[in-house]
């Protein structure tokens, strides 16, 4: 029973109190060789083009050639709250703040060249949920690439939200 209590988000103070312990998630590892991207957790802070399940989670893969693919990368780099953190030639990862409250999100976008899609995944470090802005990064990644799908906007401003419970 104790073992269980101290796996829930909530701890116990010293004075008896109940308080909520801040969910924090560590940062995925780049996939080794052909591996896909690591797979979401059960929270629904994390969308996944690769393995995502559900509407919570799930998102659909960018399609792209290689012109696209460093049109992307190009993108990310002159963003200010995406720092890069690995760049190889067929994977990116990137750490995103949020501009209010500087929540720090994990992306991370593969490319095969071969099929020419983009396996994207974004996730949250802290919290149970996100209110779709992982889903809303993506589909900015999407209208970067692909404007007549995002309606003709070629640069989405209006996603980023510091809205992490």
Request: with cysteine.
């Amino acid at each position: 029973m104790l073992q269980r209590l101290l796996a829930t988000p909530f701890s116990r103070t010293s004075a008896g109190a109940w308080r909520h312990r801040r969910l924090q998630h560590s940062t995925p590892d780049k996939p080794a060789g052909n591996a896909g991207l690591a797979p979401c957790g059960w929270l629904p802070n994390c969308v996944n083009s690769a393995s995502g399940h559900g509407l919570q989670q799930a998102v659909d893969p960018i399609q792209a050639n290689d012109a696209l693919w460093q049109q992307i990368k190009a993108w990310i780099a002159r963003q200010p709250d995406w720092e890069i953190v690995i760049d190889d030639s067929y994977f990116i990862q990137a750490i995103v703040k949020t501009p209010l409250m500087r929540f720090r999100d994990d992306v991370q976008l593969q490319f095969d060249p071969n099929i020419g899609l983009i396996q994207v995944r974004s996730s949250s470090r802290l919290g149970i949920s996100d209110l779709g802005t992982n889903y809303r990064r993506v589909e900015e990644l999407r209208a970067v690439l692909h404007p007549a799908a995002a309606g003709g906007r070629s640069n989405v401003t209006n996603l980023r939200s510091d809205v992490h419970n």
